[in-house]
């Protein structure tokens, strides 16, 4: 009898030391994953840029015209809403993730609260109304991200940004779509200097679309040691505190040019993605085209931006890790 309660201890301490470790192990793959994703690279010295950019994530009113029947097929939805839930079985494909890395990272997570949210909300309104109000849920939208690494020669390109920053209307829709135009057609112009490209995109829900695109903003802009130049929602702004800090030509050992177009649209974008010269260029002309209603928000961003600033080709796979070579 004492055998056997033995044995039976030996069993149960086995058993409970073995799901202590897959626990464990559950528990160590999202601080991995944190780490790999959020742990800054190795710090190099940013150069100062510039920046123009806006726009609005207002959500579109919707008509009432009394209890909500059927389903929401408007804006990409499809079936997802129905009775007094959600089905995520219909939701979950349509997202669709074109890129790698932070950018991702962050819509991946941006689409996963949007669905805990909704749990949590679809659980809430079994307990009362059955009604959903959709005035928040206006459809997913894309958001596109492209870098590009040029070689210094390309200094008609900071020029043209340099006066589109100075002349362009941000406050508003059609002066960001002619800034979106005006930025990938100076790119155009200059394909024997592209050396790296990275494209990304993917669609998140209408409610998590700010965040997201707040996110991607702040992770280019942290690049900067400064934004000389800055034209963004109609508010300009120029630095001219000390030499150094006056946008300018770069220094004469400077190697690269850094451009990066973030762009929120209310339509998916057939892009090719491929790390050709050729299919750039065509993705950088469904990107220009982008009307004017169906631009949210845009931000173009850029470096070095000061005179006698310096980006170097270690600093700049350093700050863009997920640029490839053409």
């Known amino acids: 009898m ?32 944190f780490a790999l994703v959020f742990l800054p690279a190795q710090t190099s010295e940013a150069a100062s840029g510039g920046r123009i950019g806006g726009g609005s994530f207002r959500s ?9 029947r059927g389903s929401y097929g408007g804006g990409g939805y ?35 609260g ?17 009604n959903l109000s959709i005035q928040n849920n206006s459809g997913p939208i894309s958001i596109i991200q492209i870098q590009l690494g040029l070689l210094a020669s390309a200094k008609a390109l900071q020029e043209d940004l340099r006066r ?7 406050s508003n829709s059609l002066g960001l779509q002619k800034v979106l135009q005006e930025t990938t ?47 963004v929602s109609g508010q300009k702004k120029s630095e001219t505190i000390a030499a150094a800090n006056t946008a300018g030509e770069a220094g004469e050992t400077n190697e690269f040019i850094a451009v990066t177009v973030l762009v929120a649209s209310k339509t998916r974008l057939n892009l090719k993605k ?43 796979v350093t700050a863009y890790p997920n640029l490839i070579h053409l």
């Open 78 to 112: 499809g079936r997802g809403y129905r009775g007094g839930g959600i089905g995520f079985p219909f939701i979950l494909p349509i997202f669709g993730f074109g890129g790698g890395g932070l950018f991702g990272f962050l819509i991946l997570m941006a689409v996963a």
């Open 164 to 170: 589109l920053a100075e002349s362009s209307d941000t």
């Open 274 to 316: 491929s790390q050709t010269n050729e299919g750039l260029q065509d993705d950088l002309r469904v990107i220009g085209a982008i009307t004017a209603n169906d631009l949210i928000a845009l931000e173009v961003i850029w470096q070095p931006e000061g005179q006698g600033d310096v980006l170097t080709a270690e600093e700049l």
């Open 185 to 231: 057609l100076s790119l155009l112009r200059q394909p024997e200097l592209w050396v790296y490209s990275n494209i990304e995109s993917g669609d998140v829900p209408f409610q998590a679309g700010e965040s997201t695109f707040n996110r991607l903003s702040i992770n280019e802009r942290s690049k900067l040691i400064s934004e000389i130049t800055s034209n």
């Open 60 to 68: 579109p009113s919707i008509p009432r015209t009394g209890g909500y």
């Open 2 to 33: 004492k055998i056997a309660n033995k044995k039976l201890a030996q069993t149960f301490i086995q058993s409970a030391h073995l799901k202590i470790k897959r626990l464990l192990a559950l528990a160590i793959l999202p601080a991995l994953l």
């Open 114 to 130: 949007v669905i805990v949210n909704s749990i949590r909300g679809a659980n809430i309104s079994n307990l009362g109304n059955s």
